[in-house]
């Protein structure tokens, strides 16, 4: 089974931009994964320094846009992990993913991590089935 990098913009000339070795989805057969990715602007592309919620609701319109991208969605969803720069954000990241899944939602973990290499705290990834 062949991996497949796919593009999905602006997230990809981003990470060119950066020579980040990284793709921001890849599929393989029925599998989908979504690589952690901090909260771009969808209009400029660049990481936006925003509020911890409006930061969650871009990580998720983000995984959305590429398992879109990959031919799939949000119901496709097997697992997340969240990366997260302090517990005291726990209770708002969790009311902005409550919203993408309503029901039934995912597994997932959410881990601390210090810092990160930009102004934002928080990052998600995720593994999808077709």
């Known amino acids: 089974m062949k991996r497949e990098a796919l593009r999905v913009e602006p997230i ?35 990481i936006a320094e925003v509020p911890i919620e409006r930061q969650s609701e871009l990580v998720m319109e983000q995984m959305k846009l590429c398992l879109q991208a990959a031919g799939a969605s949000l119901d496709n969803v097997m697992k997340c992990n969240v990366y997260c720069t302090s517990t005291k954000h726990f209770a708002v990241f969790n009311a902005v993913y409550a919203r993408y899944f309503p029901n039934d939602p995912p597994a997932r973990i959410f881990v601390c991590t210090p810092e990160w290499f930009g102004p934002f705290d928080v990052e998600i990834d995720c593994i999808a089935m077709m």
Do not use: K
Request: aromatic letters at 8%; glycine letters at 8%; charged letters at 15%.
């Open 12 to 46: 990809s000339t981003f990470l060119t931009r950066r020579n980040a070795p990284v793709s921001p989805v890849t599929r393989a057969g029925h599998m989908i994964f979504v690589s952690g990715l901090p909260p771009f602007d969808p209009e400029t592309g660049e």
